[in-house]
């Protein structure tokens, strides 16, 4: 049985939201049919990234937020609709992620005085039942919270799918997705798979480039190629903890954030902006490498996704760390890299509607698999 399938993502990079509407068939194989991207105008990505933090009013804030994201999300399910010459029933479900505000796993929740097991939290905004009442589609969102509970990260989501559409039967692959942070899928032959978040991924790099520059983003790396790398600077970023730890483990700006930037220059006051990009863009390729060559030293392969991918300083600077693996696009591997993660949830719902279990143990740390979602009828 073939099903249409809509996968809808706004990450942290807080750029706008990609959608992907996908055919599976009954072995869950997915080909996409297409694709359609809506920005968030500057003021509303201001105020996501004020959300991120405590602040006045942020509960209604955040209520208005999730009603805005489930508006931009309709206008892409329509744009994907018209484009593959569809209507609302010819498709089962839409996966949406909404946008994360939060992300505090089970590390955070520090209070030894409960019998209970030590349960984290994470919030992304977001009105499914809205959606659902714009498209006339059921939607499943809020796919972290019951790893969460299962006492998981409830994070990354996506290895299971990059195993599903990148795996090889003969030799280990990984996949690294570089969107506002990163994480890194690794793929081996008849082993479990596992995955985590390496660190920061475009976010600072996309924080410090809009800061002194206009841009949004640093435009294949162009800028931070023209700069010079602060070696004491670079050394202090990479000895954070995080970096430090072993999986299963996962971060966001809770963590990777303008405030811990500043708090890392106040001892650089001398360094230049440039340079500060050029650090930037090497911290993420290094903390990626890093952790390829301590726990995917075998992998013949390096498949990049995410907007990351389309940054070739960023690129060339992997491939320098990392001489013995071909770093490549996903593109190579039939799935561009703006369509990776809004596939993965389209991907997700499908596994939700037929009630199989998506998650890792092996990923998140959970106690067990979980069917991840919740379903939100048309």
């Known amino acids: 049985m073939t099903e249409h399938f809509i996968g809808l993502m706004s990450g942290t990079s807080l750029d706008g939201a990609d959608?992907?509407?996908?055919?599976?068939?009954?072995?869950?194989?997915?080909?996409?049919?297409?694709?359609?991207?809506?920005?968030?105008?500057a003021p509303f990505k201001a105020e996501l990234m004020a959300l991120n933090q405590s602040g006045p009013d942020e509960l209604h804030r955040s209520a208005l937020v999730g009603n805005q994201i489930a508006r931009h999300y309709a206008t892409v399910v329509h744009t994907l609709l018209q484009q593959a010459g569809l209507r609302s029933p010819n498709i089962t479900a839409i996966g949406a992620h909404g946008q994360t505000v939060r992300h505090r796993p089970l590390e955070f929740d520090s209070d030894a005085t409960r019998q209970q097991p030590a349960v984290g939290y994470t919030?992304?905004?977001?009105?499914?039942?809205?959606?659902?009442?714009?498209?006339?589609?059921?939607?499943?969102?809020?796919?972290?919270?019951?790893?969460?509970?299962?006492?998981?990260?409830?994070?990354?989501?996506?290895?299971a799918f990059h195993h599903g559409v990148f795996a090889q039967a003969d030799a280990c692959v990984a996949v690294l997705n570089i969107g506002g942070i990163s994480n890194l899928s690794v793929l081996k032959p008849g082993t479990l798979v596992t995955g985590w978040d390496c660190g920061p991924g475009n976010a600072l790099m996309d924080h410090w480039c809009a800061t002194h520059t206009g841009q949004p983003f640093d435009q294949d790396g162009e800028w931070a190629a023209a700069g010079h790398i602060n070696a004491p600077l670079l050394a202090a970023l990479l000895a954070d903890p995080f970096l430090q730890r072993t999986p299963p483990k996962s971060t966001g700006r809770d963590l990777f954030n303008p405030a811990w930037l500043a708090q890392h220059l106040q001892n650089h006051a001398d360094i230049t902006a440039i340079d500060v990009q050029a650090t930037l863009t090497e911290y993420t390729a290094l903390a990626c490498a890093n952790d390829v060559k301590q726990h995917a030293n075998e992998a013949a392969s390096l498949v990049v996704c995410g907007g990351g991918a389309l940054n070739g300083q960023l690129m060339r600077r992997l491939a320098l760390h990392l001489p013995l693996l071909k770093v490549i696009s996903s593109e190579t591997r039939g799935l561009p890299p703006l369509?990776?993660?809004?596939?993965?949830?389209?991907?997700?719902?499908?596994?939700?509607?037929?009630?199989?279990?998506?998650?890792?143990?092996?990923?998140?740390?959970?106690?067990?698999?979980?069917?991840?979602?919740?379903?939100?009828?048309?």
């Open 19 to 41: 959608g992907v509407l996908a055919r599976m068939d009954a072995r869950g194989q997915l080909q996409v049919q297409a694709h359609a991207f809506v920005a968030f105008d």
């Open 123 to 159: 919030i992304q905004l977001l009105n499914p039942s809205l959606l659902a009442e714009l498209t006339g589609i059921d939607v499943v969102a809020d796919f972290r919270s019951r790893d969460l509970a299962a006492g998981g990260q409830g994070a990354p989501l996506v290895p």
């Open 339 to 378: 369509q990776v993660e809004a596939a993965a949830f389209a991907w997700l719902a499908c596994k939700t509607m037929r009630r199989e279990t998506a998650s890792l143990p092996s990923v998140t740390g959970a106690r067990g698999a979980r069917v991840l979602g919740a379903i939100y009828p048309r």
